[in-house]
């Protein structure tokens, strides 16, 4: 048993070791003093809450400090018991993993603690504790809770004939490659501290500066997140969503650029997803060169398989049923609006214009009960069939009144994706829970629709939203426009822009987790995208690079266009054919390799003591008995992965700078133009594998080196274009006078969102001018939890979360500005 010592000194807990290998909860972020409040688990088998429980109530009363010492004292003494059970690989690369794990803690805890004792200089105010700093040092927390959680285990089990070396060998080397990245994440954002004003998220370094830290940032290794250790830092119940949607993601990536229908994909993707689901490792490196090597055509074509009629349909199958649901399509016509200063005088609202001409505008209005107005001839003049789908509504002699309130939601997706057919599980739950009419708008999607398009389109539905309220079965006496993420940012930019027009703007806005700096810039939350699976990095600038008018690859294929529609299907039917059979050959080579190995395994010598264990005898085999490297991840399409499966060869994890030593980084163009390509590249070239005492890698103290990616990436673009600082792109940036004009504004973030600092920082701007401004962060769950609302109870309190700010939207005034602080 190891007993902990807690540094209050009044009293001594004996901590009993660990019995199972599950995982504790997330911790939390918002105590800064390093005690935290777990999120309530999603239901669990009796024995698996009992043990979870256990978990939780031992970290939750460690500090930072605490925990250090307790994992280390563990990683001590397993690294002892196995550095005496012989000669053997399995041992010594299992002393070699705890040997790694007690340098990395004591490493990882000073920083964690300078981060942790200023985070609160960060808050928006005491009662909202939250901020990137706090993100991180919360995350590593989670690291550092699982590796003592599954110390102990070992510790207890380790003599066991139950005891599976392999698979705990497996998971302890990929939480120390994770414990290694983030000690590198908490060097950078203590770099970010020496850097930024007091007070501030953002890097504010000269353009040269961000470009240096950015390309460093970059260069670091990501599979460990993606394969093991998935979603480590999320609620238990959010985790297997995650790994379905990792392996579909990569599985999908694998068929990509075949130039089969986004049908032929899915079904391809069906068949040959297996070895991404037994092979964790193979899982990581694969997700690893797809957010580093494809663009945004990619995701575009990925986060929009549920908008496929199959999908849609089930999920609108267990959503809230409703009255009303019906597409329409704007003329793009020029109206009058009154002024709010003199009703009397009207300003012109011109259709869009922008890159494409004058064209409709697409708005699907949802309501729980049909009211006056929504089943009129005028209405019924602009609706839009969807085909099969969509069903025509026979007025009914009972209707409901019109309701007093109206709320305009605008959907996320990146700018490049989604639909409001995506959202409309969770909007049909807001028009029952909060009876009102909803009008959410389908705006044209980057790349081929940039700035400022999305956001022209936005403002005309919201404008004839608000003069056509009648007939969408409102009065309009209180107008909400609500958001997330993408759509969170036109929420503020569509009300900036109202404010500049003089005509009326919205009576408040509902905004989770917003994107308010589009600029490329580097934040503490923003280094969480280097694990975060929804949010990577290089996806994020992808998408904003193609919102800003960045080129993207051209994906037209004339072959394709020449085969026609029977042509694609019956190339996608031979290459299904074709997958399936070389995915059971993939197979049956894996279980004859399987067999092969065991068949060459030498039995236990006769000299061995009968009281050792079969885990013990497994542990003093010779080199070469176990195989460390399997030859599975040969069944890649690409050999080019094999190169990040090499570092697996290595047996000893002890040493950073053995183990985890960086690659010479990538040729990787993060804030340039293509046509500067070349001579960054160069530079990139000139920084050796180890690091040197300037710019960003000046961070890192001697004889540290992170691990580095080995997944190349020719070109990240990242628009270095004025456009990104345009206030109507990045409304952070927008002057004093210009938010002066918002109104109450109600932002619902989440803790461990990249995106987390966008929504602090625009919350302490509104505050310093007066505004009124509420900030609710939730935790344990990732970016996007509203499309996920059904998913969990974490999820559905979260949704209610924004459900509630809007009712206050609908309900209470407008709040006079109070004078600036």
Request: aromatic letters at 6%; hydrophobic letters at 40%; proline letters at 7%.
């Amino acid at each position: 048993m190891v007993s902990v010592s807690f540094l209050a000194g009044r009293w001594n807990r004996v901590a009993t070791p660990w019995a199972g290998s599950v995982p504790p909860p997330g911790l939390s972020p918002q105590d800064s003093t390093g005690t935290s409040h777990t999120a309530q688990p999603a239901a669990q088998p009796r024995g698996a809450q009992k043990r979870s429980g256990r978990a939780s109530r031992l970290t939750q009363n460690m500090d930072l400090r605490t925990m250090t010492q307790s994992l280390v004292t563990l990683a001590e003494d397993n690294m002892a018991f196995f550095s005496s059970q012989g000669p053997g690989e399995t041992a010594r690369r299992l002393s070699g993993v705890f040997a790694g794990i007690r340098e990395q803690a004591l490493g990882l805890e000073p920083a964690l603690g300078r981060l942790l004792s200023v985070a609160h200089l960060f808050d928006l105010d005491a009662e909202t504790p939250a901020n990137g700093y706090r993100s991180l040092v919360h995350t590593a927390r989670c690291c550092l809770a699982h590796l003592l959680h599954k110390s102990r285990y070992v510790a207890s089990n380790r003599r066991s004939i139950f005891f599976r070396t392999s698979h705990n060998l497996a998971e302890l080397e990929a939480y120390l490659v994770a414990l290694t990245q983030l000690r590198a994440l908490a060097y950078y954002a203590q770099r970010l501290l020496a850097t930024n004003r007091p007070g501030g998220l953002f890097f504010e370094g000269d353009e040269g500066l961000i470009a240096e830290f950015l390309r460093e940032y970059v260069t670091l290794h990501k599979g460990c997140f993606y394969g093991r250790c998935l979603g480590f830092q999320f609620t238990p119940a959010i985790r297997p969503f995650l790994q379905t949607i990792s392996i579909g993601l990569v599985s999908f990536g694998e068929h990509y650029k075949r130039n089969e229908t986004g049908l032929g994909v899915t079904a391809s993707s069906l068949f040959t997803s297996g070895r991404f689901a037994i092979d964790p490792e193979l899982r990581g490196a694969e997700f690893e060169r797809i957010i580093q090597n494809l663009d945004v055509h990619f995701w575009k074509a990925f986060w929009n398989i549920t908008e496929i009629e199959v999908l849609s349909s089930l999920a609108n199958m267990a959503s809230a049923t409703v009255r009303v649901s019906r597409l329409l399509s704007l003329p793009p016509e020029a109206f009058e609006m009154p002024l709010t200063a003199d009703p009397k005088l009207t300003v012109t609202i011109s259709p869009p214009l922008a890159h494409s001409g004058p064209g409709p505008v697409l708005v699907r209005l949802i309501s729980y009960d049909l009211r006056e107005g929504q089943d009129s001839e005028e209405l019924s003049s602009l609706v839009k069939s969807e085909g099969p789908r969509s069903l025509e509504l026979r007025p009914r002699p009972q209707q409901a009144p019109r309701s007093q309130s109206l709320v305009v939601h605008i959907h996320g997706g990146g700018f490049v994706a989604q639909t409001s057919k995506s959202h409309e599980p969770y909007l049909k739950s807001w028009a029952q829970e909060l009876g009102v009419p909803i009008v959410s708008i389908d705006y044209s999607l980057a790349p081929e629709a940039p700035f400022p398009r999305a956001l022209e389109e936005c403002f005309y539905a919201y404008c004839w939203a608000v003069k056509h309220c009648a007939l969408l079965g409102s009065t309009g006496e209180r107008i909400c426009l609500a958001g997330d993420s993408a759509g969170g940012n036109l929420c503020f930019t569509v009300s900036l822009r109202a404010a500049a027009y003089g005509v009326r703007v919205p009576d408040g806005i509902m905004a989770a987790y917003p994107a308010t700096m589009l600029q490329s810039t580097a934040s503490p939350s923003r280094l969480l995208s280097l694990m975060d699976p929804l949010l990577p990095l290089s996806v994020l600038t992808k998408c904003v690079s193609a919102y800003a008018g960045g080129e993207t690859e051209d994906r037209s294929d004339s072959d394709q266009k020449a085969l026609g529609m029977m042509g694609l299907v019956r190339r996608d039917t031979a290459l299904l054919f074709r997958d399936l059979r070389l995915g059971a050959s993939s197979w049956l080579h894996s279980f004859l390799d399987l067999s092969g190995h065991k068949s060459h395994t030498n039995s236990v010598p006769t000299a061995e003591p009968m009281r050792r264990s079969v885990s013990e005898a497994a542990l003093a085999q010779p080199e070469g008995l176990l195989g460390t490297d399997s030859l599975k991840s040969l069944t890649l399409h690409d050999l080019s992965l094999k190169g990040s499966s090499d570092t697996s060869e290595t047996p000893e994890l002890s040493l950073s700078a053995e183990t985890l030593g960086s690659s010479t980084p990538s040729n990787v163009n993060f804030l340039v133009g293509p046509e500067e390509a070349p001579e960054e590249a160069a530079k990139t070239q000139e920084l050796s594998a180890k690091d040197r005492g300037c710019g960003a890698r000046a961070a890192f103290p001697e004889g540290f080196h992170p691990r580095r990616s080995s997944q190349g990436c020719t070109w990240m673009p990242v628009c270095s274009s004025p456009i990104v600082k345009n206030p109507f792109m990045s409304p952070l940036l927008a002057s004093d006078s210009m938010l002066q004009s918002l109104p109450p504004v109600h932002i619902v973030a989440c803790a461990l969102d990249p995106m987390l600092d966008d929504s602090v920082m625009f919350a302490r701007r509104l505050r310093g001018l007066g505004k009124p401004v509420t900030l609710r962060v939730v935790e344990d769950l990732p970016h996007g939890f509203l499309s996920l609302a059904a998913l969990c109870r974490e999820t559905r309190h979260a949704a209610a979360l924004c459900v509630e700010r809007i009712r206050l939207v609908l309900t209470q005034p407008a709040a006079p500005s109070s004078p600036p602080l």
